[in-house]
């Protein structure tokens, strides 16, 4: 079964993990350092992360996914749901 990508949500998270590891003032390295993930790849929108993944990174960012979603869902890329095209 081929994985689902939705490129447009896949650049929202991106742009949300830059703007909370930008705000914190923390460098790739650093959080790769402390959490073994390469947030770059994410960053790029172009790596699709797990749950787990986010996970991990939001504990080191001391966020609730409930927050980040929230977060990610306020940007223009990421439309949730649209009647339009419901199947």
């Not at 079964?1 to 390295?29: F, G, H, N, Y």
């Not at 790029?44 to 996970?55: A, F, Q």
């Amino acid at each position: 079964m081929p994985q689902m990508r939705d490129d447009k949500l896949l650049i929202s998270i991106a742009l949300v993990l830059k703007e909370l590891r930008e705000s914190r003032s923390v460098s790739q390295q650093d959080v790769y350092l402390e959490t073994n993930v390469h947030i770059g790849r994410i960053e790029n929108g172009k790596t699709n992360p797990s749950v787990s993944t986010l996970s991990v990174l939001l504990k080191y960012f001391r966020i609730r996914m409930s927050e980040f979603y929230t977060m990610v869902e306020q940007r223009e890329l990421f439309v949730p749901y649209d009647d339009e095209n419901a199947f």
